[in-house]
């Protein structure tokens, strides 16, 4: 077994530098970034400024120290100008190389502006994933602890995009369990995001049922898998009535592309992840995190749960209008399943790296599916069976029909990268159904192999060694 740890070591570290490549910004700033396209501000209701004024407060953020060739950043806190009492907070947690907070700077502007905290916590590229999410929790702690008298620690929620989003779930549970963060009113907003590299199964288990959230994926997302966020919004102990998936669809108006990419939510200019400050951080961003903000912290507002958590009312989809044209409608559920039409993400969700990869295949469970005249349960869902493990020249892959038709089989290798794709038409749609594959090309390693038929699919692991 030691050339398989060896290679797989390889692998891993091999991806981490890929993903620095993937995920590190490339975006040059204006001295102020201006608003495009044709879909206009919202100039009243969720979605527009506040009539604050912002200031800024700094201090160093941990964690820099010793970076290469970084300089060290500071935590920002972001307050109405004038305040003078505590008052319900957002908690940040940027992209992975999104350090500079102009990346999310009209977003936190925008926060303070409507009487809220917004705190920016800088962390460093490095693959020390561990140190990382430690940044950023004593980065929070610390603004906490500093400003007392603007910060409401009992109000509080996260958000976060892509690394940051996959952290906030961890983050943000044990600073509601362990420091009491929260009591009267909290949140998550995970945005796209990355693995979820500390959150186990007894967190979501055990996440604080009093939580509001509000998961949201874009549809054209080349980098993460819509899975990742699937499976923390299906596990986590939160109630259908409390939360909603949020998928954003591209549409283009008046010659003007509004992108559903991975970068949508950052308001630099960066063409190539599709980032732009433009109508679509307005609505299907900035308004949406108003109406959960003021539901949180103010329950009795109906209106706002019907933007925030609307479970696809008209007023929670709505996303603007250009003329007499209204702009493609969010897509909004309470029980997703992975789009079979979006573009392949780099980080799919059974990656090795991936501590929750058991779950990849939850993505489909508790949902009955009617294909036809016949009917899939959960029962008849169970994980893909892999034999033998470890494989070294065929595997067997065993699992219960999905749909009728054709079975498509794809493995990747540890990078994301489909290695084999094969196609079989199936004998029978009842029981269980066993493909076998040749596995003889394979070098040793960890591979992801995956089961599709139609929007259905089923995952699991296979490790080849000789």
């Known amino acids: ?44 209701g969720f979605g527009a400024d506040g009539a604050f004024q912002v200031d800024t407060l700094r201090f160093p953020a941990s964690g820099w120290e010793g970076a290469p060739n970084q300089t060290v950043q500071n935590v920002q806190v972001f307050i109405p100008r004038g305040n003078t ?21 009209e977003l936190l502007q925008h926060v303070a502006s409507r009487g809220y905290v917004a705190v920016f916590v800088p962390y460093p590229v490095t693959i020390n994933f561990p140190a ?51 009591r009267n009113g909290k949140f998550l907003f995970p945005m796209a995001p990355f693995y979820a590299l500390e959150t186990t199964p007894e967190m979501t288990r055990r996440f604080p049922s009093d939580t509001k959230l509000l ?16 499976d923390i919004f299906r596990t986590i102990n939160i109630s259908p009535a409390e939360k909603d998936f949020i998928t954003v669809v591209a549409d283009t108006v008046a010659g003007y592309v509004f992108n559903a990419g991975h970068g949508l939510c950052n308001t630099a200019n960066n063409p190539a992840n599709g980032s732009a ?4 951080d307005v609505y299907a961003v900035f308004r949406p995190l108003d109406a959960l903000m003021e539901y949180t912290f103010n329950p009795s507002n109906s209106a706002a749960k019907n933007v925030a958590l609307g479970n696809g009312s ?25 789009d ?46 892999i034999a033998p493990q470890p494989a070294s020249e065929q595997v067997t892959l065993s699992f219960s029909a999905l749909s009728s038709g054709t079975a498509h089989v794809s493995v990747y290798n540890s990078m994301g990268q489909e290695v084999m794709r094969v196609s079989e038409e199936l004998r029978s749609t009842t029981g269980r159904q066993e493909l076998h594959l040749s596995t003889h090309n ?18 699991g692991v296979v490790v080849i060694h000789r």
């Open 277 to 280: 400050f433009d109508g679509y």
């Open 442 to 459: 394979l070098p040793s390693g960890v591979y992801g192999c995956r089961v599709q038929q139609g929007a259905l699919f089923v995952s």
């Open 340 to 385: 079979p039409e979006a573009p392949r993400a780099q980080f799919l969700c059974n990656n090795e790296v991936n501590i929750r990869r058991e779950f990849c295949t939850f993505t489909m469970s508790n949902v009955a599916w009617n294909q036809g005249s016949q009917a899939v349960s959960s029962s008849q869902m169970q994980m893909l069976g």
């Open 85 to 105: 009492a505590p008052r319900p907070t957002l908690l940040f947690a940027h992209g992975f190389g999104g350090f500079d907070v102009r990346f999310y700077g």
């Open 132 to 182: 990382l999410y430690r940044t950023m929790d004593s980065g929070f702690a610390e603004a906490v602890r500093r400003f007392p008298q603007h910060i409401d620690s009992t109000r509080i929620g996260f958000m976060g995009h892509s690394f940051g989003a996959g952290a906030i779930p961890s983050i943000a549970f044990n600073a509601y369990t362990q420091r009491g963060w929260g």
């Open 215 to 230: 998961m949201q994926i874009y549809r054209d997302d080349r980098t993460n898998d819509h899975a990742l966020a699937i």
């Open 314 to 338: 008209a007023e929670q989809v709505f996303m603007g209008m250009v003329g007499n044209r209204a702009l493609k409608p969010l897509r909004v559920s309470d029980a997703p399943l992975p």
């Open 1 to 44: 077994m030691r050339s398989l740890s060896r290679n797989t070591a390889w692998q891993r570290a091999f991806q981490l530098f890929l993903l620095i490549i993937i995920f590190y910004p490339q975006a040059h700033f204006a001295q102020t970034d201006p608003f495009r396209g044709p879909l206009a501000r919202i100039t009243s």
